[in-house]
């Protein structure tokens, strides 16, 4: 983790590197990490899923269901493929007691 921190601490690093970053932070539990990623991250890295998939796990991860579920979603346009976001997508809808729709979800995705 450390030789990419340095990468992406870089300014000219590549925004797809920074967005990462973040990602890997959050799934290491490395909570104040996340929180100086995310205060240090502009909008170029909005476009990767990896941006998307460490803000929805934050989300989850402080119980903000809500917002999760939309951020979750980004994050599955992006990369269809994201089981980490599509279990933690499960995780939130059923939180939030919306059972017909997780279940749709996961038919969506395992289809």
Same mark, same amino acid.
């Given at each position: ?7 992406a ?5 590549p ?5 990462f ?37 934050? !989300? ?5 269901? @809500?917002? *999760?579920? $939309?951020? #979750? ?19 939130? !809808? ?5 059972? @017909?729709d *997780?279940? $749709?979800c #996961? ?5």
């Amino acid at each position: 983790m450390e030789v990419l921190k340095e990468q992406a601490s870089q300014p000219e690093s590549p925004p797809s590197i920074k967005a990462f970053y973040g990602f890997l932070a959050i799934e290491s539990q490395n909570q104040d990490e996340f929180e100086r990623w995310f205060a240090k991250t502009d909008e170029s890295s909005q476009q990767y899923a990896e941006y998307w998939a460490a803000i929805g796990a934050h !989300l989850v991860n402080q119980a903000k269901f @809500d917002p *999760a579920v $939309r951020v #979750l979603c980004e994050a599955l346009v992006r990369d269809p493929t994201d089981t980490g976001s599509l279990r933690r997508l499960n995780q939130s !809808l059923r939180a939030l007691g919306r059972e @017909d729709d *997780a279940e $749709r979800c #996961l038919d969506q995705y395992t289809a």
